[in-house]
């Protein structure tokens, strides 16, 4: 009897290390909304073709320390949207700042949230307020999910795995002329591992899972104007077909210079998003590893180098025949007559530690050098990189991508009205970032 009851106490022991709970809330437009991604979109979305859903996973340790980890059917969060969400989930659950991560799916077949690349879109007044309501509803939205996944916190058991998809590819194509095309390079760099999350309740029933790929969601291209998840969206619908307890929530990692291939329509997007499936199902059926110990997290922000510019580029950028640029000049124009120019961007960089998994939250659409970077040198063991984090501000090239330019590397950085594309030497900025963070987050 006596050595029933110690191995019961055990058994116990080893649940208690976590606590988790899962939540998620539709937040499909009831309407026609201008969609985000596409600069080459004329009019609003007609009609849905899969719901869209903000959802968020808490997880505690035995000493009452919480993460909160949202992902969600969007382009981005704007870093105005997640400080607001920020601020109300401290004044409404306690979470400060390090201990809450925002990532977006990057679909390019949602709705714009205001005002992540405004500028790109030629919308009317009564389009724009359809735009700014949906904003509003997403925040409430999502608090609703983060306090929902956090009155639902019970004794769990968390396990590491990972499977492999392989439709990622890179997306830039060296030309003869020395300018990047954007077109599919079987030659460079990828990342197809796919990291899993899953929670399982003290009944070993699934109940969450949280799974990443480094590829954006662009399967579904510009001349598709029904909302839509894209493969991540139909990867999620699959899964939680299949355990239907399940909350199935999914994060991008480093996708910025990484395109679905093939795309350009339906087929595709529900092929890949298949093939993400069973990516994860394969990860399911795998021993896996079994976390334990405790909660750590941190959050900071740094500040990253643009290349040179002055107000003269911008006054003879006026002049340019290419609208977004005009645009982007009298932008910058009017914030130096404010005395607001920003001279350097602002980054966010997050860190997890769920027992020995780590987790890094990087803002923007970042390259997946950083993924690749960022695992090999970070210590204690497995990471799980995460780019579209807490603010999608700009491009997030690596060096080699600055000094090749071309759209990830130069040109985006008009359409996301930043004054400069970012300097050779914002690499080792981002990363001294993260490892100062992650070496503080014991």
């Known amino acids: 009897m006596k050595q029933l009851f110690v191995l019961v106490f055990v058994a116990g022991s080893l649940l208690a290390d976590w606590k988790a709970g899962a939540a998620a809330v539709e937040i499909t437009p009831a309407g026609p909304i201008w969609m985000g991604g596409y600069a080459a979109r004329s009019h609003p979305s007609e009609g849905v073709l899969t719901p869209l859903f903000v959802k968020a996973l808490a997880i505690e340790d035995e000493r009452g320390e919480r993460v909160v980890l949202v992902t969600c059917d969007i382009i981005g969060w704007p870093k105005v949207v997640s400080e607001r969400i920020a601020v109300a989930a401290l004044k409404q659950h306690g979470l400060e700042r390090r201990q809450l991560l925002l990532n977006a799916s990057h679909t390019h077949s949602g709705p714009v949230v205001w005002p992540n690349l405004g500028a790109m879109y030629p919308m009317n007044a009564e389009q724009k307020k359809v735009v700014e309501q949906f904003t509003e509803d997403l925040i409430q939205k999502t608090l609703t999910a983060v306090g929902t996944a956090l009155g639902k916190l019970a004794v769990a058991e968390l396990t590491h795995s990972q499977g492999q998809a392989k439709f990622a590819t890179y997306r830039r194509l060296p030309q003869a002329d020395g300018s990047i095309k954007l077109a599919p390079n079987p030659a460079g760099p990828v990342d197809h591992t796919v990291p899993v999350l899953q929670v399982r309740n003290a009944n070993q029933e699934l109940v969450a899972l949280l799974f990443s790929y480094s590829c954006h969601n662009t399967t579904m291209t510009g001349e598709f104007y029904q909302l839509n998840g894209d493969y991540a969206g139909f990867a999620q619908a699959r899964l939680e077909k299949q355990h239907p307890l399940a909350v199935a929530m999914f994060a991008t990692a480093c996708a910025g210079d990484q395109n679905p291939n093939p795309r350009s329509a339906q087929k595709y997007a529900e092929a890949h998003g298949e093939a993400l499936a069973v990516a994860v199902q394969e990860a399911l059926q795998s021993p896996g590893t079994k976390l334990s110990g405790k909660l750590r997290s941190g959050y900071n922000t740094a500040e990253l180098s643009f290349q040179p510019f002055g107000t003269n580029d911008f006054e003879k950028e006026l002049e340019s025949k290419n609208p977004y640029e005009v645009s982007r ?56 990189v995460f780019g579209y984090s807490n603010d999608v501000m700009s491009y997030i090239p690596d060096a080699r991508q600055v000094r090749e330019g071309g759209y990830e590397g130069k040109d985006s950085f008009v359409y996301y009205q930043q004054p400069a594309p970012l300097a050779e030497k914002a690499e080792e900025e981002v990363v001294t970032a993260v490892k100062r963070l992650w070496n503080r987050v014991k």
């Open 329 to 384: 000049a009298k932008a910058m124009l009017a914030l130096h007559e404010q005395r607001r120019l920003p001279r350097r961007l602002t980054y966010p960089v997050q860190v997890m530690k769920l027992g020995s998994l780590g987790i890094v939250g990087l803002g923007g659409e970042v390259s997946v050098q950083y993924c690749l970077r960022l695992k090999k040198e970070l210590s204690g063991g497995p990471v799980l």
